[in-house]
Each structure stands twice: as structure tokens, then as C-alpha cells.
């Protein structure tokens, strides 16, 4: 079992030394989140991240905007995270309210206070670099996905990864990530045009699940002893659903629970970016 809960527990202790380090030095590292709105998975969530600084010791600075709020609101909060010294990182949580530009407001962001490493400057450094230690954040799910096969020592050394789900949060990114030197995998980004997607999981040493729909990775598919990461989260009637069948777990050599495993290291990475921008 992939335990993303028992992971980021140790990263997060990881993390708490380098905090206290860096308050040592005199640098106080301080996470920001700009939240529009009442959606309450989006209150959840911030709420979450807010509790999770506090665990490893790093400030937390919190806006919240009502529903109601303008464009030009939503830009001065951006410009506050933006000139705060307090804030060595930030989120603008997502979905704004409609009407609103997501990406015109996320461009409006420091590319270096970039917590959730999706910036459009950040993401183009990911691009371009293919080997070596990046000082810029990394995309958080796809971090916490590589960081998690490094932990468990998966292999991934020319090994076939399958990726279902072409999203820009999770498999867009995470294919950039396991072709880079040192980890040297095989992409194959799998999509709804795809034309035959089980015989490219198949092939696959490594699948990864990204696209949000309830056991849509069958037993039959996986080849035996593969690790299988199960990060696309669904709410039915039956709760919180992953993309993967739970009888994969009698085939797979690896196998991320959901919840319990990939979300846990999104939230681990999240707050790593904000201690590397602090070191910055």
C-alpha cells in the first residue's frame, strides 16, 4: 500500500525542522490563500491547509471575499498576497465565482509566491528544464505523486507509466515530471479520444488515474505487480469514489488507497513549495 497519510506525516516532520531553521535565520515562512465565495469544499479545503501550516509551524495569512466580490477586488487581493512580506506563498482557490477569468486572475500572481506550482511562468520553467534541481515550484499533485514512488522505491527507471486524464492540475504535468533525468520514465497520456486505453494500461509498470470517473480502471486491465495510483475522487451515492476498482488490489504490486494516498501528498507538497520559496 502506498500510504500518502503516513508519508506526508513524515514530510510534514521533515519540513518542521526546516521551518524552525529558517526562523532561526530570521525568515518567517507564511502561506497566503484567497478564497471567493461560500462553496463549502472550497472552505474545507482552505481550512485544511490553514491547519496543516500550523502542524509544521508556518504562518498562515488568510483572505476571504464574499460572492459579491468585483474583478477589481479580486485584483487587489492578488496585489496584497503579491507585496506581502508575511507571505512566502499563496493560493487563489479555485472556481472563482462565474464571470470571473481564472487564468487572467492566477497570471496576476508572483510566479515565485506560486504555491500550487501551476503558474503559467512556472509551468513553462517545467518545460524547459529536463534535468537537474529546480528552485521553482512544482505542480503539487504531480510532485506528490513522484515523491511518493520515490519513497516506496518504486522503480521508474525506464519503466512504461500510463497516465489517464490530460488535466493541467495532475497529467499534463506529471508527464513532464517522470521523463525528467533521474526519473527517466515512458509516458504514454492517455484521453478520452484515446482509442484503446486497457491496452495501454496493459503495458504499463506504472498507471496513474486522473480523470474523475468511479472504477474506471478494471482488475483485467493492470498488468500483475504494477503500481497503480488512484488519484481521481468522485462523490456518489455510495460517498467518496476513486477511478480505480478496489479488485485491482488483488493484481497491483503497489496500490494508492483513495482517500489516504495521493491527497495527503498534494497537500505535503503545497506546503513544501512554501518553505522552498521562503529558502529563496
Known amino acids: 500500500?502506498?500510504?500518502?497519510?503516513?508519508?506526508?506525516?513524515?514530510?510534514?516532520?521533515?519540513?518542521?525542522?526546516?521551518?524552525?531553521?529558517?526562523?532561526?535565520?530570521?525568515?518567517?515562512?507564511?502561506?497566503?490563500?484567497?478564497?471567493?465565495?461560500?462553496d463549502p469544499g472550497s472552505h474545507s479545503y482552505v481550512g485544511g491547509k490553514h491547519?496543516?501550516?500550523?502542524?509544521?509551524?508556518?504562518?498562515?495569512?488568510?483572505?476571504?471575499?464574499?460572492?459579491?466580490a468585483t474583478l477589481n477586488d479580486i485584483k487587489a487581493a492578488v496585489k496584497d498576497l503579491n507585496d506581502s512580506k508575511e507571505v512566502t506563498g499563496y493560493i487563489v482557490q479555485l472556481p472563482l465565482p462565474g464571470g470571473i477569468d481564472s487564468n487572467a486572475i492566477l497570471e496576476l500572481m508572483d510566479p515565485a509566491k506560486d504555491a500550487d506550482g501551476l503558474h503559467p511562468i512556472n509551468l513553462g520553467r517545467l518545460v524547459m528544464n529536463v534535468s537537474g534541481e529546480m528552485t521553482s515550484?512544482?505542480?503539487?499533485?504531480?510532485?506528490?505523486?513522484?515523491?511518493l514512488l520515490r519513497?516506496?522505491?518504486?522503480?521508474t527507471k525506464g519503466a512504461e507509466v500510463a497516465i489517464i486524464g490530460r488535466g493541467l492540475t495532475?497529467?499534463?504535468?506529471?508527464?513532464?515530471?517522470?521523463?525528467?533525468?533521474?526519473?527517466?520514465?515512458?509516458?504514454?497520456?492517455?484521453?478520452?479520444?484515446?482509442?484503446?486505453?486497457?491496452?495501454a494500461v496493459r503495458r504499463a509498470?506504472?498507471?496513474?488515474?486522473?480523470?474523475?470517473?468511479?472504477h474506471f480502471v478494471k482488475p483485467e486491465w493492470v498488468k500483475p505487480g504494477a503500481a497503480v495510483l488512484?488519484?481521481?475522487?468522485?462523490?456518489?451515492?455510495?460517498?467518496?469514489?476513486?477511478?480505480?476498482?478496489?479488485r485491482v488490489a488483488e493484481v497491483a504490486g503497489w496500490?494508492?488507497?483513495?482517500?489516504?494516498?495521493?491527497?495527503?501528498?498534494?497537500?505535503?507538497?503545497?506546503?513544501?513549495?512554501v518553505v522552498l520559496a521562503a529558502q529563496n
Do not use: F, W
Open 230 to 246: 488512484d488519484v481521481g475522487i468522485t462523490r456518489t451515492e455510495q460517498g467518496l469514489t476513486g477511478d480505480v476498482d478496489p
Open 205 to 214: 509498470d506504472i498507471v496513474v488515474a486522473a480523470l474523475g470517473q468511479p
Open 137 to 147: 515550484p512544482l505542480p503539487c499533485t504531480p510532485n506528490g505523486i513522484v515523491e
Open 51 to 68: 491547519r496543516d501550516c500550523a502542524q509544521v509551524g508556518i504562518n498562515s495569512i488568510r483572505i476571504d471575499l464574499p460572492a459579491s
Open 170 to 199: 495532475v497529467g499534463r504535468p506529471l508527464g513532464l515530471l517522470m521523463t525528467r533525468k533521474g526519473i527517466d520514465s515512458t509516458v504514454t497520456l492517455l484521453h478520452s479520444a484515446s482509442l484503446d486505453i486497457p491496452a
Open 151 to 155: 519513497r516506496y522505491q518504486v522503480p
Open 1 to 38: 500500500m502506498l500510504d500518502g497519510l503516513a508519508t506526508a506525516k513524515a514530510i510534514k516532520a521533515e519540513l518542521a525542522v526546516e521551518v524552525a531553521k529558517l526562523k532561526q535565520a530570521g525568515v518567517n515562512p507564511g502561506l497566503g490563500t484567497l478564497l471567493v465565495g461560500d
Open 255 to 273: 496500490l494508492s488507497p483513495n482517500p489516504g494516498g495521493v491527497g495527503p501528498m498534494t497537500r505535503a507538497m503545497l506546503l513544501k513549495n
